[in-house]
């Protein structure tokens, strides 16, 4: 029995985060450069989003650069800019295709124009799809967030839209990115480091965390349904 037919279509995690890690040690391992390794990345991008569409999932969110990532070589940072620029433009029609509506979180003022503008154009593109949200967390880390999220709440208290007694948790929610989406049941890391790297921190509160040894390049569609039939076997309490 494959991991596909072990799903239990009626017990799907609403949103499934994934952290894809491990494209420069894949390439690595192959003697390649680490570029290499982000262009077969790309495939896997595609298969789970097709997955992840095709058993009904409703939010895929990806962590595809982080705040932190500006700081690699240039050389590095060019190529991952223009990979993403190139996949955008090259994956709009299979998005619409198949009902997958684009969306993405982060700073993306501080992405080079073209990047930022084929980015809006698929955004725009695709906004009328009802069947999967896919969320790129693009120039995006969950303090960057959270700071902006602070500024623009003390700006609300301050001309008085928000008393200081309304701030609580549905308050703070609905001032990050996520806003309107609901948190990750599910967050997944590939190829075996086990930490967060400043993704989503307010929101994986009480996510289910599932680590794999397997590098991005290589997790494709039965990894992503192992996961979660994985994530099915959890005895989720939220603390009561
Ligand atoms: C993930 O793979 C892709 C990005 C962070 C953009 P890495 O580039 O981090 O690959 P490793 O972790 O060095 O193997
Ligand atoms: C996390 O991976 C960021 C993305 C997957 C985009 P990193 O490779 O940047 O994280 P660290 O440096 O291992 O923590
Ligand atoms: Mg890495």
Not at 105 to 125: F, H
Request: with cysteine; charged share 25%; hydrophobic share 40%.
């Amino acid at each position: 029995m494959s991991f596909k037919e072990k799903i239990d279509l009626t017990r799907l995690p609403a949103h499934v985060a994934v952290i894809m890690d491990g494209n420069g040690r894949w390439a690595k391992e192959r003697g390649y450069d680490r570029i290499f390794g982000h262009q077969n990345g790309v495939v896997s991008v595609r298969e789970v989003t097709e997955g992840a569409a095709e058993i009904g999932i409703k939010y895929l969110t990806l962590y595809a650069f982080s705040t932190e990532n500006w700081g690699r070589p240039q050389q590095e940072v060019d190529a991952l800019m223009e990979l993403l620029v190139d996949t955008i433009e090259k994956e709009t029609p299979t998005l619409n295709n198949n009902n997958i509506r684009l969306l993405a979180i982060g700073d993306i003022q501080r992405l080079p124009d073209k990047s930022a503008e084929k980015l809006k154009n698929c955004i725009e593109t695709t906004s009328g799809n009802s069947g999967l949200s896919l969320v790129l967390a693009l120039s995006y880390s969950a303090r960057w967030e959270i700071s902006n999220a602070i500024k623009n709440i003390a700006a609300d208290v301050q001309s008085g839209k928000v008393a200081t007694n309304e701030i609580n948790d549905a308050l703070i929610s609905s001032y990050l990115t996520t806003n309107g989406i609901p948190d990750p049941d599910l967050l997944i890391r590939t190829s075996g480091e086990q930490r967060i790297s400043n993704f989503l921190l307010w929101q994986i509160a009480y996510s289910e965390l599932y680590f794999t040894q397997i590098h991005w390049p290589d997790f494709r569609k039965e990894a992503f349904f192992e996961a979660i039939c994985d994530y099915q076997q959890r005895e989720r309490r939220f603390g009561k």
